[in-house]
């Protein structure tokens, strides 16, 4: 995804110019082509793959170097001579292979949406050639317009056979200085959803589309919602955020929908720190990601989850109208009342404990807690002894097996209460 630097022959399937080469933001090289290898998914070319070819020889590119687990490039090598160019469309060439080897319309559903979504976004498909199956998905990568319609950059190839592999294999000259995905469809209406990526989008477009329209029929209007995505990955989907920031301030409010993973939950950090707080809310749904919740059948949930978002909870702060919600809440919960004795407490919890929620009690001394009469107190040694025959120096089995020596034991004469739990254990 890095800069575009040249076409030059492929050395593993002969095309004279099907290779081209991109140079990466860390100085590393990787190569797609667009000839024979893609057909049979071996496109993509990584650094170490150009390094140990003819190619390699003749661009001056040298092997990494792998430290304990980081990357390392050796200075040593000699960079390329090239001059570096500037993002720039995809070639017409590289495009009229392109379009040779794929297609825009699907006759079924992938993962639950129909071509004509794909068709939206302007997605393209290309297809095992024994099995009839897809063997990749090409997501436009857009960087403003020309004569009034996207510049077309370039294209992220999400590769399915023969093994699924979901990194981005760059077709053109793209990054995350270009346009956040489907930019070309955005009405400037009041929210803008962002998803952990381009399939999500899709998925997400589709879901609240078709809702508006179900509501449509009913006499109702639903508002439209933009719905996009970073080009680069969730992982540095904050980094293409920042970059178009200008455009994405404009939206009144900005729903975060990533993945429901670490990884998600990284990117949902970073995007917090860039995104505006008095603008952002945060989503959250059952399944991991929109396609998943699309492929579940969990649309309803889905859209549930759009208009419920939340603001994000930063630390050491919680905003009034949050309490006041939680307020509500605990107030309309079964109450399980206490006992009689503890009719203060029972006032102050506004008729006792709720049902559903784990709670203890805890007395501090010389509030009239004790034993009742013939209770077994285990002994250090494992032997027990009814409660009123403990003494003073008598050691006993603390909770984490370790000996609790016994220094003072009081006795007295109050209302006792036993509490029965459903299984049939108690105490008094």
Known sequence: MGVFITHTACPDCGGSDSLAIHEEEDGTYNGTCWSKCTAIGNGYKSHNKLAGSEVGSQLGITPIKKHRGSVAVDNRSKKISLKKKKLTPVSQEMLEKLREMTVTRLDAPYRSIESKWYEMFRC?????????????????????LKNDKPALMGFHKRVILPNKDFRAYPAGSIGKECDMFGKFLWKNCSRLVITGGEQDTIAAKKMHEEYRNRQQRKGKNISEIDFTSSITGEGVAAEQVRLNYDDIDKYDEIILDMDGDEAGESAESALLDV???????VMRYSSKDANAALIASEEAEYIGAIYQAKKPKLAGIHGGIELLEDMYKESSFQKLPLPEFM???????????????????????????????????????????????VEVGDVLMGPDGSPRKVISTHTGVDTMYKVTQSKGCHTQ
């Not at 290309?126 to 857009?142: K, L, M, N, R």
């Not at 995104?275 to 809310?281: A, C, E, G, I, M």
């Not at 009469?373 to 494992?382: A, E, G, S």
């Open 343 to 389: 009719e203060d407490m029972n006032r102050m919890l506004e008729g006792g404990y709720n049902f559903g929620t784990f709670n203890i009690i805890a007395g501090d001394t010389s509030v009239g807690k004790c034993h009742g009469k013939d209770v077994p107190i285990l002994m250090q040694d494992t032997t027990t002894k009814m409660s009123q025959d």
């Open 124 to 144: 393209r498909f290309s297809f095992d050639e024994e099995s009839g199956d897809i063997s990749a998905i090409y997501y436009p990568v857009t960087k403003g």
């Open 275 to 281: 995104l505006p707080v008095s603008k952002v809310k």
